[in-house]
């Protein structure tokens, strides 16, 4: 059995290189949004690729050693079996996920072969995608929500909103009038002709 130091070092030159790739093609489909014109898309895309990286080297130094940490005992709250038990339970696991490592191993063929015929099978349908190829996607107004609307313009007795108990259907249906032509002064073009009906 290698020493801690031996074993971190190891750990790390067999974890970093991958990890590192992953993070740098992840980070440069980030980066690659710093190429607009648009603020927000380009703070994204700034802060989401840098933030990769920082958490790339938290990874690399914080994780090994909470392992070591771990090895030792320190977040072991039982006082029953001490060091030996520990190092036992430790044996048991490591054996474990050594055996599900070589039965991976050993089935890389199979599992990669699926993974490609999946692909190839889901594949037409992926190709057969496109912007608004849906034949329900429309920009014309949806009939229930045009429907609402007009409900909505509508007098209390007959409309959306009905009068409360104990208030005059015409008195209430003017004072909510008096108080829509008030708010749609403020209101944008486009949103007031909305509101006009």
């Not at 690729?49 to 072991?76: C, I, K, S, W």
């Not at 474990?96 to 594949?123: D, E, K, Y």
Request: with cysteine.
């Amino acid at each position: 059995r290698a020493d801690m130091p031996d074993r971190l070092s190891w750990t790390v030159r067999q974890a970093g290189v991958p990890l590192f790739y992953a993070n740098a093609t992840t980070a440069a489909s980030l980066f690659i949004n710093c190429f607009s014109s648009l603020p927000a898309i380009f703070q994204f895309g700034l802060c989401g690729g840098v933030l990769l990286f920082v958490n790339m080297a938290l990874g690399l130094t914080y994780l090994p050693a909470l392992l070591v940490l771990q090895e030792r005992g320190a977040f072991d709250r039982s006082t029953s079996g001490g060091q030996a038990a520990r190092d036992e339970e430790l044996r048991k696991r490591m054996l474990a996920l050594q055996a599900i490592h070589r039965s991976l191993w050993r089935q890389r063929t199979r599992v990669l072969t699926w993974f490609g015929v999946l692909v190839l099978l889901l594949l037409p349908t992926a190709v057969s995608f496109s912007p608004g190829a849906d034949a329900s996607f429309t920009f014309s107004p949806d009939p229930a929500m045009t429907r609402v609307v007009q409900l909505a313009r509508m007098a209390p007795p007959d409309g959306l909103f009905r009068a409360a108990d104990g208030v005059n259907g015409t008195d209430f249906g003017t004072q909510v009038l008096m108080n829509a032509s008030a708010f749609a002064a403020g209101v944008p073009d486009r949103y007031r002709q909305l509101l006009a009906g």
